[in-house]
């Protein structure tokens, strides 16, 4: 058994327990026990000191291989169907498979290195993004993103590699398969769908989904069902699965109450909405309504980081602008939407997301000696997380009992030798785009 010491212990458990000083006992791949540290000793102890240990955060809507575009679609919204179609997907048409690892060990490496042990992807060249995360040691849910366009080829070709998928990691042990249709009445089809809910029930699997970024899902639907997007997704029995839905900020708050007793899961990417201009989804009516809700970055196109510190941040302030209200979402509440909320809405919630015994072993420990904690006694631990700190105070992370992070040295990964070969692969995508010209 070891035992991990620190000045803080956050738990994020159901009744709030803080332990100053405090540890987390672990054996195999399982916490045993956390409590305060006066009443624990043992032999095989790690003292991290000033350090906060808490759950690792989980990133429950991204994109990995989409760093490979960081930078690229400046000045465009990613979040309509013509933004994303003229500025990313005929980049992505013109990307080869072996341009995808470097790109994926980045994305992992930035999100150890900032605090996310778990994180929820959706893209197609899945079978180049798994061994990777294998190798990073992450925990993860990743779905096979599904664009069609109304083309019978492509549907039938993508429903058959994302069959494929979730058939190849059915015992995986860190890797859970969702399907992941890009988006429902907007680049797939009614006949898609349907096909996307049979490899939902086939495969016990979920739906991650991007969801009412500009409202043209209701739009499409008023003008061929006569209702909302919600409405109709309720009349074809989408909701017997689980369903992740990135972005929801242009849902009809009427349609909150339904959702509300679905297994709908709503993921705030606050920075996309906003570097797209295309606003901010009403959380508070969402928490209000009991919507259960997550925090994903979406891709670093859209976004630039990985750091889901400074997401919390972002949306902490921009629902208060958004509702005219100081604290509008409460710091805890949005630490707890960072880990058990992102834990719940991947079905992990009885394994990850607060540490408590017989949880698997996944945390994190931040630097208390850096800038942005003090006054102690003036501001409380969640609003320092939130509004004070970021990912760079993060210095240790494990995962299913394994250092993936320690003393600030990634473990599992080469973070310059995947840098190098993500700059090679950009220069191979840009030579392939000039002679596509």
Not at 42 to 64: C, E, F, K, Y
Request: overall charge negative.
């Amino acid at each position: 058994m070891t035992i991990i010491r620190a000045d803080v212990v956050l738990t994020v458990d159901s009744h709030g327990h803080i332990f100053r000083p405090g540890f987390v006992a672990i054996e195999d791949d399982r916490i045993v026990e956390v409590g305060s540290a006066s009443t624990r000793s043992g032999s095989d102890i790690i003292d991290l000191g000033p350090r906060l240990i808490m759950p690792g955060l989980v990133n429950a809507h991204t994109h990995t291989p989409m760093v490979l575009f960081r930078g690229i679609s400046e000045g465009h919204s990613l979040l309509t169907f013509e933004g994303w179609y003229n500025t990313i997907r005929v980049v992505e048409e013109a990307m080869t498979p072996d341009m995808v690892a470097p790109a994926v060990a980045i994305s992992c490496a930035e999100m150890i290195r900032t605090g996310t042990t778990t994180f929820a992807d959706q893209y197609f060249y899945t079978d180049e993004i798994v061994p990777i995360v294998r190798q990073s040691g992450m925990r993860a849910a990743l779905a096979y993103g599904i664009v069609e366009l109304g083309d019978d080829i492509a549907r039938r070709r993508e429903l058959a590699h994302a069959g494929e998928f979730l058939a190849s990691i059915q015992n995986d042990q860190m890797i859970k398969g969702w399907v992941g249709p890009h988006a429902f009445f907007v680049d797939n089809t009614e006949e898609t769908m349907r096909g996307e809910m049979a490899l939902a029930d086939r495969y016990d699997a979920g739906l991650h989904i991007h969801f009412s970024t500009t409202g043209e899902e209701d739009t499409y639907c008023m003008e061929h069902y006569g209702t909302t997007a919600v409405h109709q997704m309720d009349r074809m029995g989408i909701f017997e699965w689980p369903v992740l839905a990135a972005h929801c900020i242009s849902i009809p708050e009427d349609d909150l109450t339904l959702l509300a007793g679905r297994p709908f899961y709503a993921v705030i990417a606050a920075s996309a909405g906003m570097r797209a201009g295309a606003g901010a989804a009403p959380l508070k009516a969402m928490i209000e309504a009991g919507i259960n809700t997550a925090i994903g970055t979406d891709n670093v196109s859209n976004n630039n980081s990985y750091d889901l510190f400074k997401e919390m941040q972002i949306i902490g302030k921009v629902m208060s602008l958004r509702e005219k209200t100081p604290g509008a979402i409460p710091a805890e509440t949005i630490v707890r939407m960072a880990t058990l909320g992102g834990a719940r809405a991947l079905g992990l919630e009885q394994e990850i997301g607060s540490l408590e015994a017989g949880k698997k072993a996944d945390l994190i420990a931040l630097n208390l000696t850096e800038i942005g904690w003090g006054p102690s006694r003036a501001q409380d631990v969640y609003t320092a997380l939130v509004y004070a700190i970021s990912g760079m105070h993060v210095t240790d992370v494990m995962v299913n009992g394994n250092w993936l992070l320690r003393d600030r040295q990634w473990t599992t990964l080469d973070y310059r030798k995947a840098s190098r070969e993500l700059d090679e692969a950009y220069s191979a995508l840009q030579d392939k785009l000039v002679k596509t010209v």
